[in-house]
């Protein structure tokens, strides 16, 4: 069964930090570039962070350069999102997505609030 389960949400104060992680179940991540996204209440999901199969390339929105890194670990068949410097805009379910030109798998999100 094809899975990607994120974890490592939860609440934490503005200026702290969090690390997601997405496990793949099934496949193996190794051929497949992988982003996060997010969605906050009443927005669209919009991308935060994307990586290439290998690693060698990186992206990431502008409202967070500086402040996240995406990265993976192929032999682990997992990829994370390390956020640093919250801010209470970061609020949101994140979801994780592994895609190729075949196929392309979603999580079912973990939600990361940014509160005092």
């Known amino acids: 069964q094809v899975q990607l389960v994120e974890s490592g949400g939860g609440l934490v104060q503005p200026g702290g930090s969090l690390r997601l992680s997405c496990a793949a179940s099934?496949?193996?991540?190794?051929?497949?570039?992988m982003s996060w996204y997010r969605q906050a209440p009443g927005k669209e999901r919009e991308l935060v962070a994307r990586?290439?199969?290998?690693?060698?390339?990186?992206n990431y929105a502008d409202s967070v350069k500086g402040r996240f890194t995406i990265s993976r670990d192929n032999a682990k068949n997992t990829g994370f999102l390390q956020m640093n410097r919250l801010k209470p805009e970061d609020t949101a379910v994140y979801y994780c997505?592994?895609?190729?030109?075949?196929?392309?798998?979603w999580g079912q999100g973990t939600q990361v609030t940014v509160s005092s």
């Open positions: 997505r592994a895609d190729n030109i075949w196929y392309n798998y």
């Open positions: 099934g496949f193996t991540v190794s051929t497949y570039a």
């Open positions: 990586i290439t199969s290998t690693g060698g390339n990186t």
